[in-house]
T-cell receptor, first 111, second 113 residues
Framework: ETAVFQTPNYHVTQVGNEVSFNCKQT?????MYWYKQDSKKLLKIMFSYNNKQLIVNETVPRRFSPQSSDKAHLNLRIKSVEPEDSAVYLC??????????FGPGTRLLVL | GDSVTQTEGQVALSEEDFLTIHCNYSASGYPTLFWYVQYPGEGPQLLFR?????EKGSSRGFEATYDKGTTSFHLRKASVQESDSAVYYC????????????FGKGTLLTVTP
């Protein structure tokens, strides 16, 4: 049963455009995450928010910016996308440092 | 820093074969260890976790035992089915102020009937 929702499922765009991805969790968790999964299935944390506060900010290009409106929502904006941004972006949530639950992912293709 | 090393690439088995996917970790103290499974078109989902030395995690016929002595958490299943075909990830969480999951590179299991 899905409790972490991501939109869109799939997005195709051109180099230089801006894109935004949305994530919502209905689990009542206080921590949310964005991961990037590349074509080789490697999973890497990008950002993490706990109670709307940024707590993990890995080394990602500055064109990536997370946006948290409340504990249940964490969006990701990419200004001026590059070809290497093509990937699956996975949102997850947890209660504190407990088990993380993932959404189905947003697949981004940059042409 | 923390790291996870697991069987790389693809494992190809026939139904009813025995499965082992190796996972070794590098971290101080007692990290929590996880196995996640990812089916095509879905996000990773938790198989099980373990937090203490000698603790055994299990789910759906899969199992792994936390071994601090060998820093391992190998995934095993006695008899795989075609429906077990997926990517399997070993991961660790180190607690403290660190909210990150550190994942291994993933192992693609393909089971043929």
């Amino acid at each position: 049963e899905t409790a972490v929702f991501q939109t869109p499922n799939y997005h195709v765009t051109q180099v230089g455009n801006e894109v935004s991805f949305n994530c919502k969790q209905t689990l009542g968790h206080d921590t949310m995450y964005w991961y990037k999964q590349d074509s080789k299935k490697l999973l890497k944390i990008m950002f993490s928010y706990n109670n709307k506060q940024l707590i993990v900010n890995e080394t990602v290009p500055r064109r990536f910016s997370p946006q948290s409106s409340d504990k249940a929502h964490l969006n990701l904006r990419i200004k001026s996308v590059e070809p290497e941004d093509s990937a699956v972006y996975l949102c997850a949530s947890s209660w504190g440092r407990d088990t993380q639950y993932f959404g189905p992912g947003t697949r981004l293709l940059v042409l | 820093g923390d790291s996870v090393t697991q069987t790389e690439g693809q494992v190809a088995l026939s139904e009813e074969d025995f499965l082992t996917i190796h996972c070794n970790y590098s971290a101080s103290g007692y990290p929590t260890l996880f196995w996640y499974v990812q089916y095509p078109g879905e996000g990773p989902q938790l198989l099980f976790r373990a937090s203490r030395d000698k603790e055994k995690g299990s789910s759906r016929g899969f199992e792994a035992t936390y071994d601090k002595g060998t820093t391992s958490f190998h995934l095993r299943k006695a008899s795989v089915q075609e429906s077990d075909s997926a990517v399997y990830y070993c991961a660790l969480s180190h607690g403290g102020s660190n909210y990150k999951l550190t994942f291994g590179k993933g192992t693609l299991l393909t089971v043929t009937p």
